[in-house]
């Protein structure tokens, strides 16, 4: 797009309504200039026409795909439903679905793999072809949206890998011991070789996706599980390998990492990722301050209590938001913790505040 659009109040038109992910209340879409779909992708070129909320994005995760089964993370045309699953993940890994967890997990204590060194010997890499790809394609050919951008979800990247293998203590270890550094790392780039495979294989039979969205967490809610130091010689060269071939078929990279990781941001730049949106206990005022200008911060904004607060007041924090992160030439993206700010008057303040900031 060779001009961002400028904004017309009519653009305030709500011409439908789209419900958000895991049950919460449906969201106005208003009447945008262009697609939702060219509107992530110009923000994503650091190019944004308004300040993204989420609205604009539908969320794929194909049955197809054995992981998806076993994390209990299904969205698709298939009906299997948002936390239904368990079962083997396509390693052949036991997950179970623990419903007062909301997720899946491996059984701990019984680790498929002691010593990074023997993955060549354990670990029997998926043949993609078996998988039921034609039914796939049939269930999912009115799934995906042609005016949203359509995100394909990988639940599991590489140091959750490690972890769904060895145990999270056999995991971190094998990154720390010297002994056993060296076989990580060669199996991360395998595993960067799979999932290429793998997103070449979705591309091929679902044209409309638009961008991938990778899971690898990689802290808690105090601090990262493993030194920068560490994440840059381990994690980030198969990373980079992957997002180089994202990027190279004109699609999308974003990391989702769990945890106060701010430490790790660098790592994610050097990766090549396009956004992330950190967690609550990451300061994203100070992330975005620190690095925003290398990649797509996900801010969380000043929080307030909508029913305690005037609808004057919440334009006002809208507007205190966007003179604060949506600098055309340092843009950012609004959080999804952030959800509960998105009431209609903050919401249509954003919308055009942002809309008139990224156009002047």
């Not at 998988?131 to 140091?159: M, P, T, V």
Request: hydrophobic residues 35%; proline residues 6%; negative net charge.
């Amino acid at each position: 797009m060779s001009s961002i659009p400028k904004f017309d109040p009519q653009e305030l038109t709500v011409v439908s309504e789209s419900p958000s992910m895991m049950g919460r209340p449906g969201v106005p879409i208003y009447k945008f200039p262009v697609s939702m779909k060219e509107g992530v992708f110009a923000a994503h070129s650091r190019k944004p026409i308004w300040q993204l909320t989420g609205v604009e994005s539908q969320y794929f995760a194909p049955k197809v795909n054995p992981d998806n089964t076993a994390r209990a993370f299904v969205m698709d045309g298939s009906g299997f439903g948002f936390g239904q699953g368990g079962g083997p993940d396509m390693f052949g890994i036991e997950w179970e679905y623990v419903q007062s967890a909301g997720g899946s997990m491996v059984r701990p204590g019984k680790p498929y793999m002691e010593d990074a060194n023997d993955w060549e010997d354990l670990i029997k890499f998926p043949d993609l072809a078996t998988w039921d790809w034609a039914e796939s394609e049939e269930i999912n050919k009115n799934f995906l949206s042609d005016d949203r951008f359509n995100s394909c979800w990988q639940q599991n990247g590489f140091f959750e890998r490690l972890i769904s293998f060895m145990d999270f203590e056999g995991a971190a270890m094998a990154m720390l011991d010297e002994d056993q550094r060296d076989a990580v790392k060669a199996l991360f780039m395998k595993l960067a070789d799979l999932y290429i495979d793998l997103f070449d294989e979705y591309l091929k039979r679902y044209p409309k996706l638009d961008g991938f969205y990778v899971h690898d967490d990689w802290g808690s809610q105090k601090e990262t599980f493993f030194s920068p130091e560490l994440c840059a010689e381990v994690i980030v060269p198969a990373m980079r390998k992957l997002t180089d071939y994202i990027h190279s078929r004109g699609k999308s990279a974003e990391l989702h990492s769990c945890g106060q990781i701010l430490r790790q941001v660098p790592n994610m730049i050097d990766a090549g990722w396009d956004a992330w949106g950190g967690q609550a206990m990451n300061d994203t005022h100070k992330i975005y301050e620190l690095y925003g200008q290398g990649i797509l911060i996900g801010v969380i904004p000043t929080p307030f209590d909508p029913n305690e607060t005037s609808e004057d007041a919440q334009r006002a924090a809208a507007k205190e938001y966007v003179d604060k992160f949506c600098d055309p030439k340092k843009p950012s993206i609004f959080n999804s913790y952030g959800a509960g700010s998105l009431t209609p008057a903050y919401r249509a303040e954003l919308y055009k505040l942002s809309r008139e900031r990224y156009s002047s």
